[in-house]
Structure formats: C-alpha cells, structure tokens
C-alpha cells in the first residue's frame, strides 16, 4: 500500500459506518403499514449517493500524493457531512411515526444534503465534472425543499437525481 492509499482508509471507514446505518433502516421496507414514500425515496436516494460517493472516493488517489495535513481535512468533509447527514435521517425509535419523523427533520436533511452536493465542487473533487449541471439542479431543490415543504419539490429533486443517473451511465459508458 502507498501513502495515498493509507489516506483513504479513514473517509472509507466514516462512509462504512454511515452506509451501515442507512442499510440498518432498510427494515422499514418489511412493514408495508410503516411506509411514507418520501422517507423511503429519501432513504433510497442518500443510499445511492453514498455508494457512488464511495466509488468515487477511489478516483481521488492521484490527488493524495502530496497532499498535507490541512488539505487532507477537506478531503474529511465531505464524508464526515454524509455521516452528519445520516445520523439525522435514520430514525432511532421503532414506534416513530415516519411521517412525522419525516416532517420534523425535512429542513437539516436537505440542507445538509445541498451542502454535501456543493462540496463536489471542491477543486480536489474534480472528478466527473461534466455532472455540473444535475449537481446546482440537486442543489436547489434541495434548498427549495428545505424552505418550503412542497411535494412537487421534492419530485423535482427526485427526477434530478434520475437524471443525474442517467447521466452517470452515459458518460461512464459512453
């Protein structure tokens, strides 16, 4: 192992944990009577994004090869944000209701989720930059969410990620 790649295991290991309790609440799709379909987008959604952001994370080791101890802390946000991100959006108590758990938190996930978005914006994250467009998209439907609790905003939000993808997939194979 190279020195780069000693420094990923810390943002893996704080993706790991995080992606165990997003799959840990996957229990909620057992109990059908449980369901709000915006948590499970949600959940399904941040899911995703975690994985890709995990996948991605590889891409970076060029760019840790003489990085220092202050630049590596940017390559910690956006990890530690995701963690952040999913510690507000997994619901601890079983008897919760997911619609008002939902509710209550709905302003910090998107935020949070819009922050998380920007921070690939970062130089040290220039991967995939071509994506630019479905990230500010994502980005203000998530702020616009977060402000006002609209459904159609949360489908807007919904579709740019559908989008983003496609996207995805056409520029990896394509």
Not at 65 to 75: A, K, L, M, R, S
Not at 80 to 97: G, H, P, Q, Y
Not at 141 to 162: E, P, T
Not at 166 to 174: G, R
């Amino acid at each position: 192992m190279d020195f780069a790649e000693y420094l990923l295991f810390v943002p893996l290991l704080i993706y790991g944990i995080a992606l165990s309790d997003l799959f840990s609440q996957w229990k909620v799709f057992l109990d059908r009577e449980a369901w709000y379909l915006p948590y499970l987008i949600t959940l399904i959604l941040v899911t995703e994004i975690g994985v890709q952001n995990v996948y991605n994370f590889f891409k970076l080791i060029p760019n840790l090869d003489n990085v220092n101890y202050f630049t590596y802390w940017i390559f910690l946000f956006p990890p530690l944000t995701f963690m952040i991100l999913v510690n507000v959006l997994t619901k601890t108590e079983d008897s919760a209701d997911l619609t008002f758990f939902f509710a209550a938190k709905t302003r910090t996930i998107f935020l949070l989720l819009a922050a998380f978005i920007a921070m690939h914006f970062i130089p040290q994250f220039a991967y995939e930059s071509e994506l630019w467009l479905p990230r500010v998209l994502g980005i203000v439907a998530c702020i616009i969410f977060a402000f006002w609790h609209r459904m159609i905003f949360f489908y807007v939000l919904v579709g740019v990620w559908i989008v983003a993808i496609l996207s995805h997939a056409y520029v990896v194979y394509y």
